[in-house]
């Protein structure tokens, strides 16, 4: 398999992830500021700019460099109200 097809597949499979992330929402399955979505769409996002790493589009990159920075602000804001709480 060439670069340029791992790449795509990498770039569908992170479509794939922030799909079920927002099916999962919108079908009440899946909390969107939970770690589970919140994971989904940072990987998911990671996965595409991975992908397009190979086939730039600067809309896109921009697009998931914001998605996966939302992403990762809710999960460091999990982490630190974790760490809030008593034991």
Known sequence: MSGGAIAQAGG?????LILVAYAGAQLGRLEPRRAPALLLNLVGAALI???LAVHFNLAAALMEAAWALVAL?????????????PH
């Open 12 to 16: 569908v499979l992170g479509v794939l």
């Open 49 to 51: 700019l991975g992908s």
């Open 73 to 85: 602000y809710g999960l460091v804001r999990l982490a630190v109200g974790r760490a809030r709480r």
